[in-house]
């Protein structure tokens, strides 16, 4: 069965320091999509960065990027230059490829507060 | 275009009172998928289709809850006889096709509170 596990429940975070979110997988599988969404306290979930297991490259998405390290099975998110906007919930989620792809599974999530 | 949409977006209802919440996905996705949030918590799986076809509804928490879509529109969940412990936002999601690299656009939730 999959895992996603975020150890930090809350980051307090000085604006415009750069912040990286922890996440930690397991899973069984050798194809697998990790993703990370962003939940303001208006509820939406806002997605972020997708990692397929097989890509050689870190991805980038503007000032996001995501820090896999396959053999460590870590997904970490990091954000670059925070914003007083960027505090949220950052959920780490992962998908099996291979088995159908038909759900999300989510860690607990990090409650990030940006400080000014 | 528009996104995923949901109603109601509150609704509190008596114990033991049927519920049914909508989720109106955005046009062309194929594939949708029923999520559930308790207070302070992840999200959880329920249920997921593939145009009108639910393969799978073992992440459904109890015989209560069950789901339906017609066609690639709208999808109902329906929790019957509700309990104080279903309590919770239950998210919707839709996606392009059910491949994993289609990212899964979210709608705002329904805040269901068991009275």
């Known amino acids: 069965a999959q895992k996603i596990t975020q150890t930090q429940p809350g980051m307090f975070v000085q604006e415009k320091e750069a912040v990286t979110l922890d996440c930690t997988y397991d899973?069984?599988?050798?194809?697998?999509?990790l993703f990370w969404y962003k939940q303001p306290s208006s509820g939406e979930m806002i997605f972020l960065i997708y990692?397929?297991?097989?890509?050689?490259q870190n991805a980038t998405e503007g000032r996001y990027s995501l820090n896999f390290q396959k053999a460590r099975k870590s997904a970490n998110l990091v954000i670059s230059a925070s914003q007083l906007g960027d505090s949220a919930m950052y959920f780490c989620a992962m998908r099996d490829l291979i088995q159908g792809a038909q759900k999300l599974v989510f860690g607990q999530g990090t409650r990030l507060t940006i400080n000014p | 275009g528009a996104g995923v949409s949901q109603s109601p977006s509150n609704k509190v209802t008596e114990k033991g009172k049927d519920v049914e919440l909508r989720c109106d996905p955005i046009s062309g996705h194929t594939a949708l998928y029923w999520y559930r949030q308790r207070l302070g918590q992840g999200l959880e799986f329920l249920i997921y289709?593939?145009?009108?076809?639910?393969?799978?509804k073992s992440g459904l928490p109890s015989d209560r809850f069950s789901a339906e879509r017609t066609g690639e529109s709208v999808s109902t969940l329906t929790i019957q006889r509700t309990q104080q412990e279903d309590s919770a936002v239950y998210l919707c999601a839709s996606s392009l096709a059910l491949a994993a690299v289609y990212e899964q656009y979210f709608g705002p939730g329904t805040r269901l509170t068991v009275t």
């Open positions: 990692q397929g297991s097989y890509d050689e």
């Open positions: 899973t069984s599988d050798q194809s697998y999509g």
């Open positions: 289709f593939q145009g009108n076809s639910a393969p799978d």
